[in-house]
C-alpha cells in the first residue's frame, strides 16, 4: 500500500472517531479527545522507517563472532583513548594507578582530553549537593566541578545515599558455591523438605553408579572372552564361556567406586545416624562416590529419622534456627499506605526515587530470580539496591523450589537491610513460568505452601506474596488458597485480578480481589491489584471492600507517576507540559547519580529513560478530555496539546522520545538505535499461555 493509501485509510478513520460520540469512544476504549485537539495520525517518514528497521531483528544477518573474537574487541575498547583509567580520571595524575602498565584501561590523559566529548549542559549531580564528583575528568559535567574539591570514591558516594551491595567476600564464596545457610537448612529438614532433596540426589546417584558398572562389567567380560577365543583350545572353550559369565557376575558386584546393593529379599538394614556434613555435601550438589544407601532406606519417611540426632542437626549452630511463633516477627501494616509495585526494567531505584517524591510510602524492588542471586550475579544482586530516601523497602525474588527460595532469604536476611520480601508467584513470563516460577506455582499449591513455610520460618522479616487469581482464565484458584496462606506464615498477599493466561487483556477481575479478601483470616493483610489510574478508582475500591488493607499500583504508577499526589489530595491534576519535563529532570539526576555522570553512566540513564517514555506517551491530559478520569485502557489518538512540548510528549514514536531525552542527556551517539524491551500497549492482543 502506497502512502497516499495509507494517509485516505488514516483520515478516514480519523473522521470516523470525529462523528462519534464521547460515550461511543469509552465503549470502544477510545480516550475521548477534544475535538479541536484531535489530528490525524502522522505519517512516518523514510528515515522513519528506516530506523525502525534497525531496531527491528535485523542482527539475525550479522556473522556470529565467537567468544575470542568478543573478548578482544572488549579489550581494544577499554584500551581506546577514550576508556581512561578510573584512577588517573580521579587524581588527573598519571602515576596514580597501581597497576601501571597491566592496567586494562588507558593511560593516556592527554589524548583523552584531546578526544573527550564535550560536557552536557548543567551541573554536575555530585557537585549540586556539596559532594565530590566520583568520576573526576570523565564526568561530563567535569567543566561544573568546583576548584580545591578532589574526586570522592564511588563506594564512599554510594555508602550515604545507597544500601544493600553484595559484600565482595560473599559473592566469591557463592561464585565457588561455598556459602552456608544453617538457617535454611534446618528448616528444610524440618519440614522434611531437605530429606526429599537428599534423597533425590541419591537415587540419581546410585543410578548413574549402577549404569556405569553394568557398563564396565559387560566390557570387561567380552574383553576376557574375546582373548580366551585366541588363546585357548576349543576343548577349554566351554571353561571359559562359564569363566566369563561368572567374572561377569563378580563384575557387577564388585565395579570401583559403586556400591553394593541389596536383593529384594535382602533384609533392610536400620538407618544409620544423619551425619549434618553429609547432608551439607549433598544440598550443596556435591556426589560422594564412597557413599552407599540401601533402595528400602531411601523409600521411608523423614519422620522415622532418630529423634535424638535430629535435634543435634537442627539446633548445632545457634538458637536462630528455632522457629519464631508468629507474634514475635515484625509486622508491617500496610493500611492505607500507598504502594508501589515491584516493576521489571522500568521500576529501577532512580524511577522509585522519583516516586517517593510525588507521594509513594512503599517501595519494592524490581523482581530478582534466587537462582542468580544464589550465583552472586552481580547484575540480580543490584536489583536490591536501596536509596537512604525508601523509608519502607522491601524486595522481591522469584523461586521454584523451596531450597533456592529459603536459602535466598536467609542470604538477604544476612546481607541486606530491607523490611519486608516479597515472592513472586504470579509472573506470567513464559522464561520464567517454563521454569516452575511465577504464576506456574498456581497449579502446584503444595509447592506453595512449602516455600512460603520455610521462607517465613527463618527470618523476622515480613514475608508477603503476590499472585495471579489462577493460571488459566475461569479457573479461579487464590479463593480456595487465602485462608491458608496466612498460617503459611505470610503476613501479607497482593493479588493481581488476572490470570496468567489473561496476561495483561481484558479488565481486572476486582470483585474476585474483594471475594478473596472477604474469606482472609483477620492476621493476613490483603492487597488489591489492576487498573488503579486515578483516585476514584482507588476510593471505589477501598470503600467497596474496607477488608482490603491496601491498593498496590504498578503501570499506573509508569504512566503518570504523580496518581500518588492525586490520591493523597483528593484531586485530578492538570499537569503541565513544563511540570512533566521537570519530573524528567529529576529521573536524570537520580539516574546519573545512580549510574554515574561519566559517558557509560549518562547512556545507560538515556536507555532506561526512553524505556520509561515509551509507557508515559500513554497519558492524555485532564483539560483534553471530555470524559475524566482517564481509564488505563484507553488507547489515545492522535492530538495536538497544548504547547508543542506537549504535543511531543504525546507522540508514539521512538524518534520523538529520543529527542525528549536529546533535551536532557544532549546529543545520543553515533549509530544509536532503540527498540523497547516491554509492550507498553498493554490492550494490545496478549499471547495465551
Known amino acids: 500500500m502506497d502512502e497516499s493509501s495509507v494517509e485516505l485509510v488514516e483520515g478516514v478513520k480519523a473522521t470516523e472517531r470525529v462523528e462519534k460520540t464521547p ?99 548543567g551541573n554536575c549531580p555530585f557537585t549540586s549537593a556539596d559532594r565530590a564528583c566520583p568520576y573526576g575528568l570523565a564526568c561530563r559535567f567535569s567543566g561544573t566541578h568546583k576548584d580545591g574539591v578532589a574526586a570522592g570514591s564511588v563506594n564512599l558516594q554510594k555508602k550515604n545515599s545507597e544500601i544493600n551491595e553484595l559484600n565482595k567476600d560473599v559473592q566469591k564464596l557463592l561464585w565457588k558455591n561455598k556459602k552456608r545457610f544453617p538457617k535454611a537448612d534446618a528448616k528444610l529438614k524440618l519440614l522434611g523438605l531437605l530429606f526429599v532433596l537428599v534423597a533425590g540426589l541419591i537415587q540419581l546417584l546410585e543410578f548413574i553408579l549402577r549404569a556405569m558398572g553394568k557398563a564396565n562389567s559387560k566390557i570387561k567380560a567380552c574383553e576376557d572372552k574375546e582373548e580366551g577365543d585366541l588363546t585357548v ?191 513472586n508467584m504470579g509472573c506470567p513470563i513464559d522464561i520464567v513460568v517454563s521454569k516452575g516460577a511465577g504464576s506456574a506455582l498456581l497449579m502446584k499449591p503444595m509447592r506453595m505452601k512449602n516455600i512460603v513455610e520455610a521462607a517465613a520460618g527463618i527470618v523476622d522479616r515480613p514475608i508477603t506474596i503476590k499472585v495471579r487469581t489462577g493460571f488459566l482464565e475461569g479457573r479461579n484458584r487464590v479463593d480456595s488458597l487465602i485462608a491458608d496462606i496466612g498460617q503459611w506464615g505470610a503476613s501479607a498477599v497482593t493479588i493481581h485480578g488476572r490470570s496468567r493466561q489473561q496476561r495483561y487483556s481484558k479488565l481486572a477481575n476486582w470483585e474476585y480481589i474483594y471475594q478473596c479478601a472477604r474469606k482472609a483470616p483477620d492476621s493476613l493483610q490483603v492487597q488489591g491489584n489492576g487498573d488503579i489510574f486515578s483516585y476514584l478508582d482507588w476510593n471505589k475500591h477501598k470503600s467497596a471492600c474496607p477488608e482490603l488493607s491496601t491498593c498496590m499500583i504498578a503501570r499506573g504508577a509508569l504512566v503518570k507517576p504523580w496518581i500518588f499526589t492525586e490520591i493523597k489530595e483528593q484531586r485530578h491534576w492538570d499537569i503541565s507540559s513544563g511540570e512533566r519535563l521537570n519530573i524528567l529532570k529529576d529521573y536524570v539526576r537520580c539516574g546519573l547519580e545512580h549510574w554515574g555522570s561519566d559517558t557509560k553512566g549518562v547512556e545507560t540513564t538515556r536507555h532506561f529513560l526512553l524505556e520509561w517514555l515509551s509507557y508515559t506517551y500513554r497519558y492524555v491530559p485532564v483539560g483534553l478530555l471530555d470524559v475524566i478520569p482517564q481509564q488505563l485502557n484507553w488507547r489515545p489518538p492522535s492530538y495536538f496539546g497544548r504547547d508543542d512540548l506537549e504535543t511531543l510528549m504525546a507522540s508514539d514514536s521512538a524518534a520523538d522520545w529520543i529527542r525528549i531525552s536529546e533535551m536532557l542527556l544532549g546529543k545520543v551517539p553515533p549509530g544509536f538505535t532503540f527498540a523497547p524491551k516491554h509492550k507498553s500497549n498493554a490492550y494490545d492482543r496478549a499471547e495465551n499461555g
Open 233 to 423: 583350545s576349543n576343548g577349554n572353550r566351554a571353561i571359559n564361556d562359564n569363566s566369563c559369565g561368572d567374572m561377569a557376575t563378580d563384575s557387577d558386584n564388585k565395579v570401583e567406586g559403586s556400591p553394593k546393593l541389596p536383593e529384594e529379599d535382602d533384609e533392610p538394614r536400620p538407618m544409620k545416624k544423619a551425619k549434618s556434613a553429609v547432608d551439607e555435601e549433598y544440598c550443596t550438589g556435591k556426589e560422594d562416590n564412597d557413599a552407599s544407601v540401601k533402595d528400602e532406606d531411601l523409600g521411608k519417611s523423614h519422620a522415622q529419622i532418630e529423634p535424638e540426632s535430629m535435634t543435634e542437626n537442627i539446633f548445632t549452630a545457634s538458637d536462630g534456627s528455632l522457629k519464631l511463633h508468629p507474634r514475635e516477627k515484625k509486622l508491617i501494616d500496610f493500611r492505607e499506605k500507598l504502594y508501589l509495585a515491584p516493576l521489571t526494567t522500568v521500576g529501577n531505584l532512580p524511577f522509585r526515587r522519583v516516586c517517593k517524591m510525588l507521594g509513594a510510602d512503599v517501595t519494592c524492588g524490581e523482581m530478582a530470580m534466587c537462582a542468580n542471586l544464589l550465583q552472586g550475579q552481580a547484575s540480580e544482586w543490584a536489583l536490591l539496591r536501596r536509596h537512604s530516601e525508601e523509608h519502607l523497602f522491601g524486595v522481591q525474588i522469584c523461586g521454584a523450589y523451596p531450597d533456592t527460595v529459603a536459602r535466598t532469604v536467609e542470604l538477604i536476611d544476612q546481607e541486606c537491610e530491607v523490611d519486608f520480601i516479597d515472592i
Open 23 to 121: 460515550e461511543e469512544l469509552v465503549a470502544k476504549a477510545i480516550a475521548p479527545v477534544k475535538r479541536e485537539f484531535l489530528r490525524p495520525p502522522p505519517v512516518r517518514t523514510s528515515n522513519d522507517v528506516v530506523s525502525d528497521s534497525k531496531s527491528t531483528p535485523s542482527t539475525l544477518f550479522k556473522e556470529k563472532k565467537s567468544k575470542r573474537q568478543l573478548k578482544r574487541e572488549r579489550r581494544q575498547e577499554q584500551k581506546s583513548t577514550l576508556n581512561l583509567c578510573p584512577k588517573i580520571a580521579k587524581t588527573g595524575n598519571v602515576s596514580a594507578c597501581p597497576y601501571n602498565e597491566n592496567c586494562r584501561f588507558s593511560h593516556d590523559l592527554e589524548g583523552y582530553k584531546a578526544q573527550k566529548p564535550a560536557d552536557l549542559e
